[in-house]
């Protein structure tokens, strides 16, 4: 492993703690509203309060150690590969003659391609990270089945094996592939823009742009990837099998099941703190990691 592919890493991992600490409090509201049946909640604020009310304010952040852990994690992959990606395709461009002296002026359909590569080698990571947070932000307060991540993670292959750990993971594939490709391509587009528009090297575009552009490239993500989020949601907290209140017996099944019993727009449900959410995480996500990348880089 190179060095630069260590300092990508690294930076990564700061991006990562970034988003889990900025995003965690929308994020359990969303997926309280995703798997409760239809009628629960009347909205966002109803959902909170009730939260609030019954839980307390640490509930907001129940669950945290396993996406503090695995999500910087993930995004420490997400932006390891994604790097990788990109210096392989711009020495492929140098070996052809295109994409400037670095060959790093990427096609929209190389950057599309090194985010979708990004996505398949986070989703490894993500899947299980996922489905054992949303287990444990969905269980009951008074009865709780898991006492943490690592007692969920204990008791589901004790019971379930490895297929139980990556429950969901088929449709985890799906939306890190198609989401990650456009996220990477939005963020990079905007960034190219700006570094072409003021004559600028990526180290000299302000912090702030950092953030607006995750914050953008936030949004072009959940535009695709929300549908998909909802169904992975509800088969990472159906049961295991039939005796154990199973619902769904495949995502195909589970994308049936909820148009023919909830409608179209159970498949926006809990969109709102979503949206409130994507521009902060996001946003915090790319500015950990540029802000980390220059310092890893100032001396080199």
């Known amino acids: 492993m190179s060095l630069q592919t260590v300092k990508d890493l690294t ?5 990562g703690i970034a988003q889990v600490l900025v995003g965690q409090p929308f994020d359990i509201v969303k997926v309280r509203m995703q798997t409760a049946p239809r009628g629960t909640y009347t909205g966002m604020l109803h959902c909170a309060g009730g939260i609030l009310r019954n839980e307390g304010p640490l509930a907001f952040y129940k669950g945290t150690l396993t996406p503090l852990l695995g999500i910087g ?5 997400q932006f390891g590969a994604l790097e990788y990606s990109k210096r392989a395709f711009a020495q492929r461009n140098r070996a052809r003659g295109l994409g400037g002296p670095d060959g790093m002026a990427l096609t929209n359909g190389q950057v599309f391609t090194a985010g979708v590569i990004a996505g398949v080698a986070n989703g490894v990571v993500s899947g299980p990270v996922e489905h054992i947070r949303i287990r444990l932000q969905t269980q009951s307060a008074t009865t709780p089945v898991y006492a943490g991540p690592f007692d969920a993670i204990r008791k ?6 490895v297929a139980g750990i990556f429950k969901g993971q088929a449709v985890t594939f799906l939306r890190e592939a198609a989401g990650y490709g456009i996220y990477f391509l939005a963020y990079e587009k905007l960034m190219q823009r ?5 004559g600028i090297r990526r180290d000299q575009v302000s912090p702030v742009n950092a953030v607006l552009f ?5 949004y072009a993500l959940w535009a695709i990837i929300y549908p998909i989020d909802m169904i992975k949601s509800r088969m990472q907290t159906d049961g295991f099998s039939p005796a154990s209140g199973q619902k769904y017996r495949s995502t195909l099944d589970c994308v049936r099941t909820v148009w023919r019993t909830e409608g179209a727009g159970a498949f926006m449900r809990g969109l709102t703190p979503t949206l409130i959410r994507s521009p902060f ?5 790319f500015l950990g990691f540029e802000m980390a990348s220059r310092l890893l880089n100032s001396n080199s």
């Open 11 to 15: 930076a990564g991992t700061a991006g």
């Open 73 to 77: 994690v993930c995004v420490s992959i």
């Open 156 to 161: 589901i292959y004790a019971a379930h094996g």
């Open 194 to 198: 700006e570094m072409a528009r003021r």
């Open 214 to 218: 995750g914050a953008a490239a936030g």
């Open 281 to 285: 995480a996001n946003g915090a996500t």
